[in-house]
């Protein structure tokens, strides 16, 4: 089963608007990473937030962390359409070190 | 430009070959880790190798095997191929542990008839 899976599987917004992505998880971490992959690409890191972090910024983005109710959010704010991506979060479990979960994803859509 | 490169770009190939898959890390970096992606499965962790050795497996069926040589570089050996192993490959790596920042490569698309 997945360790991290994200909410919703697909999302179209207008360009300008705030984009949210959710994250959920099933055991306790060490740290949550956001990526984003635009179509056939590899995936680039975006922000990584460790287990006794709350909230943490890089740009436009904004990434909580509730590790009681096990769940991240990643916002995007003022979307561009060069925002167009999947945006997947990854999870580790605590006290191991040897596994890395990527859920499978939110596809962002921004129209113009 | 994630500094990890992949060879081949696109491999296209008949059920019961076998192929070999080629990952450069990031200069530096001691850990290659090796997924999976195809459209119904997401992205999935198969094996990593650090500075040489084995390190973690993920969800590597046995008809794949993978090493990392002594310069760092890393291939995926994957044999008696199926049509269900058609699918984007990444090659990832990182400075050292599992949770550090991970840097992808272009990915190999493998298609198999």
């Known amino acids: 089963s997945q360790q991290g899976e994200e909410d919703p599987q697909a999302l179209s917004i207008q360009e300008g608007e705030n984009a949210t992505m959710n994250c959920s998880y099933k055991t306790s971490i060490n740290n949550l990473q956001w990526y984003r992959q635009n179509s056939g690409r590899g995936l680039v890191h975006l922000i990584l937030?460790?287990?006794?972090?709350r909230e943490k910024h890089s740009g436009r983005l904004r990434v909580t962390l509730d590790t009681s109710k096990k769940s991240s959010s990643l916002l995007i704010t003022a979307s561009r359409a060069a925002d167009t991506a999947s945006y997947f979060c990854?999870?580790?479990?605590?006290?191991?070190?040897?596994?890395?979960?990527f859920g499978k994803g939110t596809r962002l859509h921004i129209l113009p | 430009d994630s500094g990890v490169t992949q060879t081949p770009k696109h491999l296209i190939t008949a059920t019961g070959q076998r192929v070999t898959l080629r990952c450069s890390p990031r200069?530096?970096?001691?850990?290659v880790y090796w997924y999976q992606q195809s459209l119904d499965q997401g992205l999935q962790f198969l094996i990593q190798?650090?500075?040489?050795?084995?390190?973690a497996k993920g969800n590597i069926l046995e008809r794949f095997s993978a090493q990392q040589f002594p310069d760092l570089h890393s291939e995926l050996n994957l044999s008696s191929l199926e049509l269900g192993d058609s699918a984007l490959y990444f090659c990832a790596s990182a400075q050292l542990a599992l949770t550090d920042t991970q840097y992808f490569g272009p990915g190999t698309r493998l298609t198999v008839l």
């Open positions: 990854a999870t580790d479990e605590k006290n191991r070190d040897d596994k890395i979960i």
């Open positions: 190798y650090y500075n040489g050795e084995e390190r």
């Open positions: 200069s530096g970096d001691l850990s």
């Open positions: 937030i460790r287990s006794n972090e």
